[in-house]
């Protein structure tokens, strides 16, 4: 089998855009669960107002497509204020400065805006993940945390972000490794990841078929690997008394879970 | 302002309906394209369904892998693999970008729908089932008149996700130019730089056409699967 | 379990890869066999299929109405004529116009492309049907000469000539390495050009004049770093065929259709961009 068509600068390229599709996805994945659980906490809220934000930022940003996001932030945003800011907020200031020597990125304002898209697109459907996870949550526990003088923050962070996100681990599995394919879409908007690092390849070399079966062979195993991590986190995650879902009363279960 | 009105105003048959000449297209062939491609997919999930409680292992393995693959591949890039695969030279027939989007949406959505008919399958309660065995029908008759209009009730909701959401990954077909929603906005844009004003408008709009579409029909599809009952936690693992 | 699978998948995956590479490279020589030359199949299926760019101003571009025009496209249709078969136009952008001619999905890309050494490995070429320059476009008042814009932050179009060419001159000229953003959109490159995210612009003078056209804010920088001669893009080894390709295109030189069509575009009272024409076609007697 012949490997000609690989120079070792195609290699290269490749690996960096590998790189930063990695890097993407990993911090990305992290900011959307966080961002998800505080969104779908403010759906479940007591207050009106909370609420009804909370379920308009998730069906906007369940509703328009992903590559829909990422150009208009990209792109669009910038446009929204006059020039003169528009260079200083965007392209060239300190923190992006920042950004550019740390990551070698050209523009990184373009890949900062399809990272912030990506966020806000998969932190809508984990919110609403999160707040059917919640659902399963037997209201007895709840009230029995509550009998033994749990606090708000208590009760969030020991039984309902633990239970609601163990019961809607799987889902969420499925919708990170979703966003990680979402993660192609920057290569739209000069975010030279992995995908634009295999277009580039190909406009070098002229071989489309090749680049192209290699670049399918790696989201592939990227995929399985991915999938493989967060099985493995889900594994961790259910020895842990506090994800654990064996049945026991509720009483000692509020016990267990508020008073370690 | 109000230029930004008239050029969306002046542009939206196209961004609707396609450019003159080349309708379907723009909106209307996005809805079009998720339609057909769940359609047709919906009989290869079927094949690749059954295909998976085979008993010949090698049948098995190859309905699990195909599965595996048009999950685990970005539609983008199955999109683009399609078009440059169906060369002369390489398959020995031609194709266009919608003939290439249509094949690449067909496989994807038909590897998600293969999961839901196979949870839809495996929700039928066996009474059910037994029930008809008992009363003397036939184990194919069973399936016909018993579990697969059950399991099509389940399994609706999870459907209209799925269209729901194959309309919106239309929106990556821009990258081979099928003349849906984004190609037609961005040929609209197209290379005249007095357009860069209406950027921020078109896709304003843009982006609102397809929340309109999409929220709609999820709210539709919200109201019947009420009227289902099915378990809350079920319906979010199963949809978009 | 799964790690096996993912196993066989690549295994799988390689094969064909491989066995793709071996049945283009095979495909290559074949089509050397005068029997099955391109020209004989368009002669039989009466169709020439022409691919052609649609976001390149104003050699090839949709325009308001949605109408596919340009200098590329009138050329394309002129060449059909001359071949005395019908046209059909597929549309191509930098990245598949070399991919398309390879699988034979297209019998002749008129996309204006830069007739390479590098190219003529993968793809062959008509003789030059049209010369230009390559430089760059600037913020009016930024840079006046290309010295000035080496080793900038500047754009191109993901899989244009210009990167390495400009790369290459700025090698030559002993200049610091280019900093080049590749965009797959002209209007965001026009934008960020505008908004100082990016110094310049480079690209062929005559799509970059295309773009800019009226727009005050925006000069060229005078000159260019890498001449272009654009080629019509033709199936790999295949002499017949390019030889008939060759001989339309020069009857029409000879017959004044070129002239007309690049008078209509480039030299006359209509014309979107001024620009004369840089080099005569070679023409072959009899």
Known sequence: ?260 | MIEQIEFIYSHSPQLLFGFPGQRPGGLLLSVMLAILAIVIGFFFALLVGAGQQSRSGPVRWVCQRYIDIFRGLPLILLVIIIYQLGGVRILGFDINPLAAALIALVLYSSAYQAEIVRAGLLSVPRQHVESARVLGSSPLRAFFTVELPYALRVMTPAFVGQAISLFKDTSVLVIIGAAELMTITRAVLGSDITNLQHWITLYLFVGLLYFGIAYAVSLIARRWEEKSRSSELVHSLTTY | MKKVSVLYLLIILAFVASACTSVTSAANPGAADDSSSTYERVLSDETVRVGVRFDNPPLSFVDDEGDWVGFDVDLANALAGELGVEIEMVKVDELTRISFLQEGKVDMAVASMNHTRQRDDAIDFSVTYFWDNQSFLVRAGTYASLDEIMGMKVAANAGSSAIPAWKAYSALMGGPEPEIVEFTDKLAAMQALKDGVIEGYTEDNITLLALAAGDETLELIPGGHNPVQFGIGLPVNDSRWRDQVNYALQELWKNGSYQKIYTKWFLGADAVIELPLGGEMEVWPE
Not at chain 1, 5 to 25: A, R, V
Not at chain 1, 106 to 124: D, E, H, M, Q
Not at chain 1, 161 to 189: C, D, E, Q, W, Y
């Open chain 1, 1 to 260: 089998m012949s490997l000609e068509w690989l120079s070792p600068e195609t290699i290269k390229l490749l690996l960096e855009g590998l790189y930063l599709t990695i890097w993407l996805t990993a911090v990305t994945s992290v900011l959307s669960l966080v961002l998800g659980v505080v969104v779908g906490s403010f759906r479940l809220s007591k207050n009106r107002i909370l609420r009804w934000s909370a379920a308009a930022y998730i069906e906007i940003h369940r509703n328009i497509p992903a590559l829909v996001l990422i150009i208009f932030w990209a792109f669009a945003v910038p446009q929204l204020f006059p020039a003169d800011l528009r260079r200083v907020i965007f392209f060239d200031n300190p923190l992006i400065f920042q950004i550019e020597t740390v990551t070698g990125l050209s523009v990184p304002y373009y890949t900062l805006a399809a990272g912030i898209a990506l966020t806000l697109n998969t932190s809508a459907y984990l919110a609403e993940l999160y707040r059917a996870g919640v659902g399963t949550i037997s209201q007895n526990i709840v009230d029995a945390a509550r009998t033994l003088g749990a606090s708000n923050w208590i009760l969030m962070s020991r039984i309902l972000i633990p239970r609601g996100l163990g019961a809607a681990f799987p889902a969420i599995s499925t919708r990170l490794i979703h966003h990680m394919k979402n993660t192609t879409l920057a290569a739209l908007v000069a975010t030279p990841e992995f995908f634009h690092s295999t277009q580039t390849a190909i406009s070098r070399s002229f071989r489309a078929v090749e680049y192209l079966l290699l670049a399918a062979a790696v989201y592939l195993v990227l995929s399985s690997l991915y999938a493989k991590l967060l099985r493995w986190i889900e594994d961790y995650l259910n020895r842990r008394p506090s994800f654990n879902r064996v049945q026991i009363t509720p009483l000692e279960g509020a016990q267990n879970l508020v008073l370690e």
